[in-house]
């Protein structure tokens, strides 16, 4: 996850468990990365100058917000899933998640404001399942 343009990059980075995340800057000035949430557990990685990364490896499935403590306005999520069939849509709402075996799934959603509900996927031998997902408030 990089710091750029005192922005997280990406805003929303979903990752399979066990997963170490590198957190760069790329800014001339000087960025941290702090962990509120109780999952994954309270963390402060500190604050660090252009250049240098910091890693940290996400354990436990939850939805984890990075924070910056020099500047508020920073935000970004980091999912941690138990499945490594995720996706994050893009500009205009799409999304693919390929090479997902058959059989029957759940397809959850997650939004930082909207909320969608639980879709029940049947995945066939072969081809695509169309999908069309709903958020609402
Ligand atoms: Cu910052």
């Known amino acids: 996850m990089d710091q750029r343009n005192l922005k997280f990059i990406p805003h929303v980075l979903p990752i399979l468990v066990g997963t170490t995340v590198y957190f760069l800057n790329n800014d ?20 660090w100058f252009k250049g240098d990364v910091k890693k940290y490896t996400f354990t436990k499935p939850c939805i984890v917000t990075i924070l910056c403590n020099v500047h508020p306005e920073m935000e970004a999520y980091i999912v941690v899933l138990k499945t490594p069939y995720f996706a994050v849509t893009d500009r205009g709402g799409n999304f693919t998640i390929k090479d997902i075996p058959p059989g029957e799934y759940t397809l959850k959603v997650w939004h930082e404001k909207l909320r969608g509900k639980d879709i029940k996927v049947k995945v066939p031998e072969k081809g695509s399942v169309y999908i069309n997902l709903i958020l609402s408030r």
Request: hydrophobic fraction near 40%; aromatic fraction near 4%.
């Open 28 to 47: 001339n000035v000087l960025h941290n990365v702090f962990l509120p949430d109780v999952c994954p557990g309270e963390l402060d990685l500190g604050t």
